[in-house]
């Protein structure tokens, strides 16, 4: 991840901004209404172009179950979680989040919000938790969090072997091989289109470490934005793979032989649209003491963390050592292993850094709730005027003796 830039996804279409829902949008006859639950699944419900604006004003009724993590773990919501079969909340579609769907020109998609009833949101509205906390940040201490999502993913092919189905890895290729891109460069090239039309940024794609395993790195953004391109670049990629005959899956570990796929975050601060992150003149660890803070509010509570953002059971075996995915508690410059990495782009000076990132980040957490929990955690910290521990640098017996990293 190379720089701290906004970018857009799809085109703002606030109501208000138009004298009617189509001055922006050509008229398509289906639009899907799309909500993330606890698990990360992408969910959906699909209405007649017609009923846009009725369903803007009312909103669609859904069981609060639906949030819940059902037919991912059980079909039964816990109990005291308060996503039972009781109640009714409504969604309500975020027309500034719509956008023409590329590979199915007849159809548009949007986010929504759920809410207890029109311009009242549900308590437990992921996207409404997410607001509550950037504003927070924002009131306090005048930040804008910037994010970049890396998307990590395999392209499977299905195989009859014994008169059954498996899916396969599409190659057997290595880190950064070109005949990997060469195998899946059709695919890959219609991802990267796809996400262009949509004004979402692509930083670069790269053939990944395991077999079959692929990377796409999206441009920075403001948080909110960046999580709709996040949902957006999935909802791509793994049409395309279909369009393809293909499958792509974003499961934390799609094999016990073969390294995970996470969604590695990329963070930064800014004020004044001025990245704050970075040191202005002499620093401890080339960060300034507002990053540092942060930061530092994000390692003391990242076991608590990963209940948010590596939630499934899967995230776990892939968070394991010597696979550069964060299985010490600690952070470091430039370590890959770490959980928490400072980072220095091309074009900086190598004693400063302008962000960090954080590994512990999969497809099975509801983006919003897990990038939520890091902004919070980043804002005890700023309270709190916390300060880091020594960086690690190696995770040799002794080294973690040394420094007690767990």
């Not at 998609?109 to 504003?135: G, N, Q, S």
């Not at 709190?384 to 521990?389: A, I, T, V, W």
Request: net charge negative.
């Amino acid at each position: 991840m190379d720089k701290c830039e906004s970018s857009s996804v799809g085109s703002s279409c606030e109501e208000g901004n138009y004298n009617s829902l189509d001055e922006a949008f050509k008229p398509v006859p289906f639009v899907r209404i799309l909500w993330i639950d606890n698990s990360g699944i992408h969910r959906c419900r699909v209405i007649p172009r017609e009923r846009l604006s009725f369903v803007k004003k009312h909103g669609l009724g859904l069981s609060p179950a639906c949030l819940a993590a059902l037919s991912s773990v059980s079909n039964c919501p816990a109990e005291g979680s308060n996503l039972g079969f009781t109640g009714m909340i409504r969604i309500i579609p975020d027309l500034s989040t719509r956008c023409i769907i590329p590979w199915e020109k007849q159809q548009e998609m949007t986010l929504a919000d759920m809410c207890i009833e029109p311009d009242k949101p549900w308590e437990y509205c992921p996207r409404e938790v997410f607001r509550r906390v950037t504003k927070i940040l924002k009131d306090e201490f005048d930040l804008v969090v910037n994010v970049g999502f890396e998307i990590e993913f395999y392209l499977l092919k299905s195989v009859i072997k014994n008169g059954k189905e498996e899916w396969l890895p599409i190659d057997k290729t290595s880190y950064c091989s070109t005949s990997g891109f060469d195998v899946s460069s059709s695919i890959l090239e219609d991802i990267v289109t796809y996400l262009e039309t949509m004004n979402i940024t692509v930083e670069q794609v790269h053939a990944e470490t395991g077999k079959g395993q692929f990377e796409v790195v999206l441009g920075y953004a403001e948080a909110s934005t960046a999580i709709a391109s996040l949902i957006y670049a999935r909802e791509v990629i793994k049409s395309v793979a279909r369009q393809h005959g293909q499958m792509a899956t974003f499961v934390p570990k799609y094999a016990e032989d073969e390294d995970g796929s996470g969604s590695h975050v990329h963070i930064s601060l800014s004020r004044n649209g001025e990245n704050v992150f970075m040191a202005s003149g002499d620093s401890k660890y080339g960060m300034s003491k507002i990053g540092e803070s942060f930061m530092a509010g994000v390692l003391n509570h990242l076991p608590a963390i990963l209940a948010f953002t590596a939630t499934h059971p899967l995230s776990y075996e892939h968070l394991v050592p010597k696979t550069k995915n964060a299985a010490y508690l600690c952070w470091g410059k430039e370590n890959t292993e770490a959980p928490l990495r400072t980072a220095s782009p091309p074009g900086i000076a190598d004693d400063f850094v302008n962000h960090f990132e954080i590994k512990a980040f999969d497809a099975c957490t509801n983006p919003y709730i897990g990038l939520a929990s890091i902004i919070i955690s980043g804002v005890d910290g700023l309270r709190k005027d916390l300060s880091l521990p020594k960086p690690v640098g190696k995770f040799s017996q002794v080294h973690r003796m040394y420094y007690n990293v767990l």
